[in-house]
């Protein structure tokens, strides 16, 4: 049950498009498309933007978009926005029915 | 509306126990996985247990294998996890989470377990 690998921080102008990376393994991200993503502002619950790799919940905005590659998935933020500005999680199913999250990325919006 | 609220958090000393408990309400429970995910102040999230529909299938971390039980009763729309030998790397705000489409659909606001001595 090793975390995923995230970039601890990304940043981008309003207006710009950034994409989060996920990296885990063929027995987890990889082996399965059942990756989500994970929006958190500071003192508040973690919010659900992308499931099943691409499929985004009803009222997310559709500037939010999720891929997968290989054992990689992505997170793409476009036109960016102030409200962006929160911490990042992805998270996939892994094999032996178990979960496992990547360790957080900081978007910054400058 | 979907809630879920959670209570039993709070100061327990190594080694001793804790029953956390989630009251959900706003959605047809006995349809749904379950899932309980913690995070440590500061840090990420990490998840900790599942339980499906109709508790015969429950899971765990490796990290908490073997010191806590999952489990939920229908009749009362209610999730439960007892936390047993914790040690301060427990230390954590739980959240209660209902699934949907193999991801955490909707979260409590968590409630907080701090195991020092």
């Known amino acids: 049950q090793s975390a995923l690998t995230q970039p601890a921080s990304v940043s981008g102008s309003p207006g710009q498009s950034i994409t989060i990376s996920c990296t885990g393994t063929?027995?987890?991200?990889?082996?399965?498309?059942?990756v989500s993503w994970y929006q958190q502002h500071p003192g508040k619950a973690p919010k659900l933007m992308i499931y099943e790799v691409s499929n985004r919940p009803s009222g997310v905005s559709n500037r939010f978009s999720g891929s997968k590659s290989g054992n990689t998935a992505s997170l793409t933020i476009s036109g960016l926005q102030a409200e962006d500005e929160a911490d990042y999680y992805c998270?996939?199913?892994?094999?032996?029915?178990?979960?496992?999250f990547g360790g957080g990325t900081k978007l910054t919006v400058l | 509306e979907v809630q879920l609220v959670e209570s039993g958090g709070g100061l327990v000393q190594p080694g001793r126990s804790l029953r956390l408990s989630c009251a959900a309400s706003g959605f047809n429970f006995d349809d749904y996985a379950m899932h309980w995910v913690r995070q440590a102040p500061g840090k990420g999230l990490e998840w900790v247990s599942s339980?499906?529909?109709?508790?015969?299938?429950?899971d765990y971390a490796d990290s908490v294998k073997g010191r806590f039980t999952i489990s939920r009763d229908n009749a009362k729309n209610s999730l439960y996890l007892q936390m047993n030998s914790l040690r301060p790397e427990d230390t954590a705000l739980y959240y209660c989470?209902?699934?949907?489409?193999?991801?955490?659909?909707?979260w409590g606001q968590g409630t907080l377990v701090t195991v020092s001595s």
């Open positions: 989470i209902k699934d949907s489409y193999w991801a955490f659909q909707y």
């Open positions: 998270n996939s199913y892994a094999s032996t029915n178990t979960r496992v």
């Open positions: 339980i499906n529909w109709d508790s015969g299938s429950l």
């Open positions: 063929s027995s987890d991200v990889g082996g399965y498309n059942y």
